[in-house]
């Protein structure tokens, strides 16, 4: 039986912003809509994944509610994740619905994607006012994407650029930097990425769930990369946000935009404007910490009044930051919940 939601105003400004007790205003939602995906990236997922009963998933009806609920709360920005978003059933329904909360109270509509969808879905997200997309590349080569992905074809993820650029999406290219993996693309995929008008984001590898690859030995601090890009190029600090956690460059001698997130080597939690919301209904204050509230359980039992108070607990339970350690005596991951469960 379909169950509905009384929605909450987004109309005007928000009368109760969602601020922790560190003061920090959130403003950024991330909402992963599936754990699947059609890849098994080395750093995310292992080869043998157990996937969440589609029962258990929240429905298209109760993300449209949970977001709306942060919307009216001051959320101005919503990134669809997963796994991969663009494998679930049906998504667009939910892009275009959200889609329609832009310019009341959302000021952008986003996704991250590994690209494998993007063909023959890139028109329906620029229909629907999505305006920009990160994009997960971490190599050009086609033997060594398919050992990174498992499973993946690196035409499908070429094509469906061209159709994003075509349909005037703008595009960022994330890449998880690995030592002795693809650590020696790092400067032709720069040269590629700013060639096609697309910014590049270095991502350090982070310690969530047991993937079956030796991470210690393919953690690369983004400081050894950046001074060794800095030997090579002239870059001038920018201070533009993307309102995630990137610091961002321009890369003089290409005229293009270059990131590094990095979680482990120096953290941002201090700016942190952000909560992730799973599959399944739980938010997550913190990628890198257990602590959650599960919003499903306050929708389905007390609907939209019980979601805002949910939201309020939240609040209080954002923690400081996270401290994520990788080294031989720290091996094991640190939270055992893998990244496509929290949402990538």
């Known amino acids: 039986m379909t169950v509905l939601f009384q929605s909450a105003d987004i109309d005007g400004a928000a009368t109760r912003p969602l601020v922790d007790r560190f003061g920090r205003t959130i403003s950024y939602l991330r909402v992963s809509v599936t754990d699947r995906c059609d890849f098994r990236c080395v750093y995310c997922m292992s080869e043998h994944m157990t996937f969440l009963p589609k029962k258990d998933v929240l429905s298209f009806e109760e993300i449209d509610a949970i977001v709306r609920a942060f919307v009216a709360r001051g959320v101005r920005k919503v990134r669809l994740t ?49 305006r920009r997309l990160n994009v997960s590349l971490d190599t050009l080569d086609p033997a060594r994407f398919a050992e990174i992905t498992r499973r993946g074809r690196i035409e499908d993820v070429l094509a469906g650029l061209e159709a994003a650029q075509q349909a005037g999406l703008a595009i960022k290219i994330n890449m998880v930097a690995m030592r002795g993996v693809n650590d020696d693309e790092i400067e032709p995929m720069l040269h590629w990425a700013h060639g096609r008008g697309c910014g590049l984001t270095l991502i350090e590898g982070m310690p969530l769930g047991e993937v079956g690859v030796d991470r210690v030995d393919q953690y690369l601090p983004l400081k050894e990369l950046r001074d060794r890009l800095a030997a090579r190029y002239t870059l001038t600090r920018l201070n533009q946000t993307t ?45 890198g910490q257990e602590d959650m509230v599960d919003l499903r359980v306050a929708l389905r039992e007390g609907g939209v009044g019980a979601l805002d108070g949910a939201l309020d607990r939240a609040m209080l339970l954002k923690p400081k930051g996270h401290d994520f350690v990788l080294d031989r005596s720290h091996a094991e991951p640190a939270l055992t919940r893998h990244m496509s469960v929290t949402g990538g």
Request: charged share 20%; net charge positive.
């Open 82 to 130: 997963g796994g991969e978003p663009l494998v679930r059933r049906d998504i667009m329904e939910l892009v275009r619905k959200l889609g329609g909360y832009l310019g009341k109270g959302l000021e952008e509509l986003t996704l991250t994607t590994n690209g494998s969808q993007l063909a023959r879905h890139a028109e329906g997200l620029a229909a629907a006012g999505v």
């Open 243 to 287: 309102g995630g956690p990137a610091r961002y460059v321009r890369v003089e001698e290409t005229g293009g935009v270059l990131g590094f997130i990095t979680p482990m080597s120096h953290n941002f939690c201090e700016s942190c404007n952000r909560v992730r919301l799973t599959a399944t209904g739980q938010l997550y204050m913190c990628l």
